[in-house]
């Protein structure tokens, strides 16, 4: 049978199977079995590309990040937080509406998570804000918009897997995500001031009262200066940063801010494990999908296709692949799409002579995105039924703030200087620069 054929098969048994409601990682084993069984791969291989694809030390930093998260909320740390954030933006026209943005701008710096960030949201802001009078639908759309920051800023879990995966500097995506993540970040703050409910204003916070709830915060709050600090000076890889971050939080925060929390911490433990392992088990099934997508040249067929329409324009190429992101991601997770289109994107970045953390960057803040979009849109379904709302009243509030999203990734697709900048700056060889021959500074390609 002929390999387009076989991959028209796959991809319409993942399809079908994923419409009846099975498991996403178990629809992208039906697809990769059916592709074994017509073609001349053996199921021995197919097996062992699940757990290469499990088989990475890069991703080992999942499920610390997974846990700093789950410690941090589970302490109820993360209220310091949220008192931080209510006294720098509470004020402003749309109240809590802020505060969920500003929070979520804190805890993604800790979590890298967007899973967690809107359950520690949902849990921690929703209530008070439907005492407040916000729109359900709202306070849904709000919180998911918020929390995919965490896919871009560090430590992002999605930078972690697309590096692994891609070859690509996990240090310097997560450099090179804080421009899009803070223009989503300010993005929304703008769309509620203009667009929001006015929300109940709370005084403006006098200075004093700024400064004692940043001090309040200021042991949780350093955990991204740990990680940050760890990574640029070279002390520790991502995944090293993870396991400081959970050793500062055991042995620093939690003695300090509660104590009695010692006796939980083995169900955090298990609960993160618990959790970790359901991208696992989908990133060794992505693993086997996207190389039987390789081998039967499911890859090649795509980037011809793109490449003879966009030609080795990197913008033009960029905007295709954002195009087919979006697609994509409305039906499946990032992980699993960055697993199983990897190969296509490096063909396309190579096409195109595009850095590859410039692409890295642009296609996850597009991924991002699909997790607010239908019909699957993930983070958007979880805040819809923490705050018990329909998605669809979820998703009709929710349109209007794309807008933001349109922009931030169209300004990174078309402004890599602004958006490489940091990189090239803190960690120039992670985009791809060398030192000068002349023996000072560092020569970075256009």
């Not at 178990?26 to 291989?45: E, H, P, R, T």
């Not at 709000?142 to 972690?160: E, F, G, K, Q, R």
């Not at 929300?199 to 990680?227: C, E, S």
Request: hydrophobic residues 55%.
């Amino acid at each position: 049978m002929s390999a387009p054929v076989v991959l028209a098969l796959m991809s319409f048994c993942f399809l079908f199977f994923g419409y009846l409601g099975v498991p996403v990682p178990f629809s992208l084993m039906a697809g990769v079995f059916i592709g074994a069984i017509l073609s001349d791969v053996s199921l021995a291989a197919i097996i062992q590309k699940i757990f290469d694809g499990m088989d990475s030390e890069a991703l080992l930093a999942i499920p610390f990040f997974l846990l700093v998260g789950e410690l941090m909320s589970s302490a109820n740390v993360v209220v310091r937080i949220a008192n931080l954030s209510v006294s720098l933006v509470g004020h402003i026209r749309g109240g809590l509406s802020q505060v969920v943005v500003v929070f979520s701008m804190f805890f993604s710096e800790m979590s890298g998570s967007t899973t967690a960030d809107v359950a520690v949201m949902s849990r921690a802001l929703g209530g008070p804000m439907k005492r407040e009078g916000y729109e359900p639908a709202f306070i849904a759309a709000i919180i998911a918009s918020a929390s995919t920051i965490a896919a871009l800023v560090p430590p992002s879990i999605t930078a972690v897997v697309y590096g692994a995966v891609g070859n690509v500097s996990i240090a310097g995506l997560f450099m090179a995500g804080v421009v899009p993540g803070l223009m989503i970040g300010f993005g929304l703050m703008i769309y509620c001031y203009f667009f929001g409910p006015s929300g109940l204003r709370k005084p403006r916070a006098p200075l004093r009262q700024v400064v004692f709830a940043a001090g309040d915060a200021a042991l949780p709050l350093m955990i991204p200066v740990i990680l940050l600090g760890g990574i640029l000076t070279g002390w520790f890889t991502p995944t090293e940063a993870g396991v400081v971050a959970v050793a500062w939080i055991i042995l620093v925060v939690i003695p300090a801010l509660n104590r009695g929390h010692f006796r939980k911490i083995p169900y955090d433990f298990c609960l993160a494990g618990l959790i970790f392992s359901l991208p696992l088990i989908t990133i060794g099934a992505a693993n086997a999908f996207g190389w039987m997508l390789a081998y039967l040249r499911g890859a090649n067929y795509i980037a011809e296709w793109i490449t003879s329409i966009a030609g080795n324009d990197p913008h033009l190429i960029m905007l295709l692949m954002v195009l087919l992101f979006t697609v994509v991601g409305d039906f499946i997770e990032p992980v699993p799409t960055i697993i199983i289109f990897m190969p296509l994107v490096n063909a396309l970045t190579e096409a195109g002579d595009i850095n590859g953390v410039h692409m890295g960057v642009v296609l996850i803040a597009t991924l991002a995105f699909g997790l607010i979009t239908p019909p699957y849109g993930l983070v958007l379904l979880m805040a819809s039924k923490f705050v018990g709302i329909s998605f669809a009243k979820a998703l009709r509030a929710a349109l209007p703030i794309y807008v933001v999203f349109f922009a931030t990734i169209a300004f990174a697709i078309y402004f890599p200087s602004v958006v490489l900048w940091l990189p090239r700056h803190v960690l120039p060889e992670s985009v791809g620069c060398f030192k000068s021959p002349a023996g000072t500074g560092y020569i970075c390609p256009q």
